[in-house]
């Protein structure tokens, strides 16, 4: 098992400019979600997925847009970057769709170092 | 304090020495996860404890929880040149979305050889 893959590993953006960070995971996990980890603010919770076809906002969801058209995938959208949006994203899963609030382990994936210019 | 702060930001230790890191957070929660991350990498799971735990032992971790105190800690025993890392503590807010985890901002150990 590859476990969670993101793609790209370093990507550079002008402001205003969009993109797609792509998130895979192999292990057959209900829940996904999408975190930004940001110097002295710890991860903070952007969007996630318990299943194909549902996804839910977190704490920190503006400027971000999520789909989940399959189980294995859960792509994150950035509509129009701001520098704001400097930060390392984070995809992670979890097997059961109960989220991992109820104790099941998440597994993360390498992160995408994201600046925006 | 925000919920789930760790303590020390930052820790430097000798291989061999134990290593404690504490977490505090403000609301009940219904468990308290502590993952490590290695620098530039993901965050690896290392151990949970639910909130009617009061400890847990994995390998040479040892995790303590004082709900009375809203406290745990996290401590790592004869530590290793390889145990380098941030640590966090997250917490399921009791009550809370069972879909988010709240992170700390984590505990820089450093080990020296």
């Known amino acids: 098992n590859a476990g969670v893959t993101q793609t790209p590993k370093f990507q550079v953006l002008k402001t205003g400019q969009s993109m797609t960070l792509q998130c895979a995971q192999d292990?057959?996990?209900?829940?996904m979600s999408w975190y930004r980890q940001d110097p002295g603010m710890g991860l903070r919770l952007i969007h996630y997925?318990?299943?194909?076809?549902?996804?839910d906002q977190g704490e920190v969801p503006n400027g971000y847009n999520v789909s989940r058209s399959t189980t294995e995938d859960f792509p994150l959208r950035l509509l129009s970057a701001a520098p704001s949006q400097t930060s390392v994203y984070f995809c992670?899963?979890?097997?059961?769709?109960?989220?991992?609030?109820?104790?099941?382990?998440?597994?993360f994936g390498e992160g995408s170092w994201l600046t925006v210019v | 304090s925000q919920q789930g702060e760790e303590d020390p930001q930052a820790l430097s230790i000798q291989e061999g020495e134990n290593a404690t890191m504490n977490c505090s957070y403000k609301t009940s929660i219904n468990n308290l996860q502590w993952y490590r991350q290695n620098s530039g990498r993901g965050l690896v799971h290392l151990i949970l404890?639910?909130?009617?735990?009061r400890e847990k032992h994995s390998g040479r971790l040892r995790v303590t929880l004082d709900t009375s105190k809203k406290s745990s800690s996290l401590l790592i025993t004869a530590s290793r040149a390889a145990d380098t890392a941030s640590y966090f503590c997250a917490t399921a807010i009791s009550g809370g979305s069972n879909y988010k985890l709240t992170f700390g901002k984590g505990t820089l150990l450093t080990v020296n050889p």
């Open positions: 992670a899963s979890s097997y059961s769709n109960q989220g991992p609030g109820t104790g099941n382990t998440i597994y």
């Open positions: 997925s318990v299943g194909a076809g549902i996804t």
């Open positions: 404890i639910r909130s009617n735990e």
């Open positions: 292990m057959n996990h209900e829940y």
